[in-house]
């Protein structure tokens, strides 16, 4: 199992960009798929984005065309791009890393701790 953390959250104004970063320890993370999930206070925890090991995406309908997901093994860090910020994106975001290649959903793998994303003017 990889240990997994968050970072490149923050404040940031409607229309705004952040790019968050999940760094994974431990060897093998280009085995893993990996998500971005995020959950509003108030809300389920809901999917934003996969990448497989293999580098094929998916995203959440609401993201799509702002949101870009991306992985360097290398790193061991998988990024999320996210621009044209707007209110309702604020959430916790939590990385998830799945041993099998592909994310099959939020109860298999690994979570990170979460790093709060606020989109606020």
């Known amino acids: 199992q990889v240990q997994l953390v968050e970072s490149g959250g923050g404040l940031v104004q409607p229309g705004g960009s952040l790019r968050l970063s999940c760094i994974a320890s431990?060897?093998?993370?280009?085995?893993?798929?990996v998500g971005w999930y995020r959950q509003a206070p108030g809300k389920q925890r809901e999917m934003v984005a996969t990448?497989?090991?293999?580098?094929?995406?998916d995203y959440a309908a609401f993201v799509k065309g702002r949101f870009t997901i991306s992985r360097d093994n290398a790193k061991n860090t998988v990024y999320l791009q996210m621009d044209s910020l707007k209110p309702e994106d604020t959430a916790v975001y939590y990385c998830?890393?799945?041993?099998?290649?592909?994310?099959?959903?939020?109860?298999?793998?690994?979570w990170g701790q979460g790093t709060q994303v606020t989109v606020s003017s």
């Open positions: 998830l890393a799945d041993p099998i290649g592909l994310v099959r959903g939020p109860t298999f793998g690994s």
């Open positions: 431990g060897s093998r993370f280009s085995i893993y798929g």
């Open positions: 990448i497989s090991s293999g580098e094929m995406t």
